[in-house]
């Protein structure tokens, strides 16, 4: 469900997650970073996964991932079971954000999100100049057979937030390959440069 052009944001994610904590990663797809933060940081690492491609590869990896649905499955794990859980690159494929983004917050202690950010200035300007629907590196497909079907921006995810009353411990701006905008820039510069966003979440 995912979009994979440079997955650069899981350096991001990777770096949040403290050495033993226990992770819930949330359309893991094949792995890749579960995979990694069990290696690198020792975790207690669990998955889910919609696609059957993707939970075979994870399993085949040695990774405890099972086949779930990030709007329906969630509801079914215990009030803060997790240290962190974790939704890269999956939030705007699913059908009611919202409460996907509840969940993971009553789920874990922490939530650690990442998302596309579809108000860069290059989706806006190609927008505007070619009145079509954008392909970029960091959003690959045509509007017909794109997984995504809510496009938010990084002030829209704040909005968001303010909404379910989510308190944003760390937030990194991504743009290029991987260059981080400045912690000091103003969130209209971060809605417009930053091409991918991670932010970390906690509730009050």
Partial sequence: MRADPERVDLDVVAHFVTPGARVLDV???DGELL???ETEKQVDGRGIELSQKGVNLA?????SVVQGDADHDLETYPDQSFDFAI????LQATYNPRIVLEHLLRIGRKAIVSFPNFGHWRIRAKLLLN?????TEN??????DTPNIHFCTIYDFLTL?????ARIEAAVALYG????????????LWNVIGEQAVFVLSTR
């Fill in 35 to 37: 995979h990694r933060l």
């Fill in 139 to 144: 959003l690959p497909y045509s509007w017909y």
């Fill in 177 to 188: 390959r991987g260059h981080r905008l400045s912690e000091k820039a103003p969130w209209p």
């Fill in 27 to 29: 359309g893991c797809g």
């Fill in 131 to 135: 009145g079509r629907m954008p392909i």
């Fill in 59 to 63: 399993v085949a990896r040695g990774l």
């Fill in 87 to 90: 939704l890269s690159q999956t």
């Fill in 161 to 165: 937030t303010d909404e379910i009353d």
